[in-house]
């Protein structure tokens, strides 16, 4: 499937990260293919960082699986 890394945000995860990245500091983002990156603010990518990787950690397959329970 699909590398683990790349995951796509489901629109409660774009509203979290918004109010996330709002309360910090840098509120400069730019977007790749969805993905909402902060440019100015670390404590905003660290914030990501860890909402990203919580998911693929509980599940070990993150995004894939709950899209395309098929699949597996």
């Given at each position: 499937m699909a590398n683990n890394q790349i995951k796509l945000l489901t629109p409660q995860e774009s509203a979290s990260f918004r109010r996330a990245r709002n309360t910090v500091s840098g509120r400069r983002t730019r977007?790749?293919?969805?993905?909402?990156?902060?440019?100015?603010?670390?404590?905003?990518?660290?914030?990501?960082?860890?909402?990203?990787?919580?998911?693929?950690?509980?599940?070990?397959?993150?995004?894939?699986?709950?899209f395309h329970p098929a699949i597996h």
């Open positions: 977007t790749c293919g969805g993905q909402l990156f902060a440019q100015t603010s670390f404590k905003a990518e660290r914030i990501m960082r860890l909402h990203l990787g919580a998911e693929i950690a509980m599940t070990g397959q993150g995004h894939q699986e709950r």
